[in-house]
């Protein structure tokens, strides 16, 4: 189905859709399954039936529509390969649910009867364990303790009440490594049966996965264990992650799950939050305290909650470094004050196409290199004033006065009010300290004790 249809599907609510698919085919047919073939952030969907409640934005995803059947939400999930789009420039061939890695949320209220039919269409067994949910033991999807697995082209039928509100996961439990690695997963939120309870006005999801595809190639090594090189929010790396568009003073959420094999310590610039919800729920009030960072271990969920009161674009990153690069990051020898010019003649006569890199730092935000097809630079994104130097996983929350409460468009780059962006000093160089001259020839040295100083005869410091 394509997005036209998809859209079509949404406007024509689903009471009609249900309505013409009994008299076609009968009350025993299928939900539709619903395909999405965008990897952009789609706008909420306000819940066409049922309990009302206040519908999350699933960062770079979507939410699944459902049917009404006798008073039970239905979906339909269908596990199928797919081709997703990482960022402009580099697609993957990944294993997902209607189109897409992750698979489209999934959002009920407690107290909601749900059937969820899984269509398998991958070439191996299959299962879906809908990770933090209190339900019947048998349907709790674990390969050979709770079901046998789904096999190719079979559809198999989920059925549980969300009997919890709060945010969960789903993902198979069946040949985990492969198909976790493939990026099989997906968001799913319980919402309060009171909509007042926890009341926010924006609500954003997203999980964080992790892919090893080698420069060149689009699928991914699914026999990695530890060293992954594409760092992923929803499967997309910065700058292909969309940023978090909110009104200034609005009460915030933002959910993340961690299906990746380590943990991320995810950090808002800017704001203070509280984590008011994990994988068991919400937190009671008086447990909670300030922070800007907060780490998500593998397997757990984290709900934080703040008022977006500053304007601006702020940075909401993993501050893992290397979590905000991309392939080709990795197996750089560091070079920072070697003096690599001396020997760059030789090296091309061996290598002509070797080039120097990073004996200032390293910066390679701005370097044009040759790359192979459907590979990521590691460190990219422009931003309004130069290159943003970062990949994998970042992003921005554009905080701006006066949006329409359902308005997330990209509103373009912050308008710095003037006097409030940090500039240069522009006094006289007689006025710098010695000590404060730059390039600093002194301090940059391979061995301790060791100084360029020492080789550069005569150097121009005058404090010795
Ligand atoms: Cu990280």
Redesign the pocket.
């Known amino acids: 189905m394509s997005n036209l249809s998809r859209r079509a599907f949404l406007q024509g609510s689903a009471l009609a859709v249900s309505a013409t698919a009994v008299s076609r085919i009968g009350a025993a047919s299928l939900p539709e399954a619903v395909l999405q073939t965008q990897a952009a952030t789609q706008p909420p969907l306000n819940p066409a039936n049922g309990r009302p409640y206040q519908p999350v934005v699933t960062l770079n995803g979507w939410t699944l529509p459902w049917r009404m059947n006798n008073g039970i939400k239905e979906f339909h999930l269908v596990a199928e390969p797919v081709v997703r789009e990482i960022a402009p420039g580099m697609k993957a061939n990944l294993w997902g649910y209607n189109g897409q890695s992750p698979g489209p949320t999934i959002e009920v209220v407690e107290g909601d009867r749900v059937r969820i039919f899984v269509t398998n269409k991958l070439p191996e067994h299959t299962s879906v364990h809908w990770h933090g949910q209190r339900l019947p033991n048998g349907m709790d999807g674990v390969t050979g303790l709770t079901q046998p697995g789904i096999p190719p082209g079979k559809t198999f039928v989920y059925e549980f009440t969300a009997r919890r509100a709060g945010t969960f996961m789903y993902h198979p439990h069946a040949d985990e490594m492969v198909q976790m690695a493939m990026g099989m997963m997906g968001f799913w939120i319980t919402h309060p049966k009171d909509p007042s309870l926890m009341r926010v006005d924006r609500d954003f999801v997203f999980l964080?996965n992790a892919y090893d595809i080698e420069p060149g190639a689009a699928t991914p090594r699914v026999n990695e264990m530890t060293d992954f090189n594409l760092?992923t929010w929803n499967s997309r790396a910065f700058p292909g992650i969309d940023p978090l568009v909110v009104r200034q003073h609005d009460r915030v959420r933002i959910r993340v799950g961690n299906l990746?094999m380590?943990?991320?310590?995810i950090h808002l610039h800017g704001h203070e939050f509280v984590v008011t919800g994990t994988d068991g729920g919400w937190t009671p009030p008086a447990s909670r305290w300030p922070e800007v960072t907060t780490d998500i271990a593998v397997g757990q969920m984290r709900a934080i909650e703040f008022n977006a009161d500053e304007p601006g674009d702020w940075a909401l990153h993993?501050?893992?470094s290397h979590?905000t690069m991309n392939a080709m990051g990795h197996d750089v020898p560091t070079m920072i004050g070697v003096d690599q010019k001396s020997v760059l003649k030789k090296i091309n006569q061996l290598i002509p196409d070797y080039m120097v890199m990073g004996d200032k730092g390293g910066s390679m935000g701005d370097m044009e290199m040759p790359l192979p097809d459907n590979t990521l630079p590691m460190m990219t994104g422009n931003g309004p004033f130069g290159g943003i130097e970062m990949g994998g996983?970042f992003t921005t929350m554009k905080v701006r006065k006066g949006l329409a409460s359902n308005d997330y468009k990209d509103p373009g780059w912050y308008r710095h009010p003037a006097g409030t962006v940090a500039y240069e000093w522009k006094g006289s160089a007689a006025a710098m300290p010695a000590a404060a001259q730059a390039p600093d020839t002194r301090r940059m040295a391979n061995k301790p004790g060791e100084t360029i100083l020492n080789a550069v005869k005569g150097g121009s410091h005058g404090d010795h």
């Open positions: 964080l760092w990746t380590t943990n991320h310590p993993c501050h893992k979590h996983m």
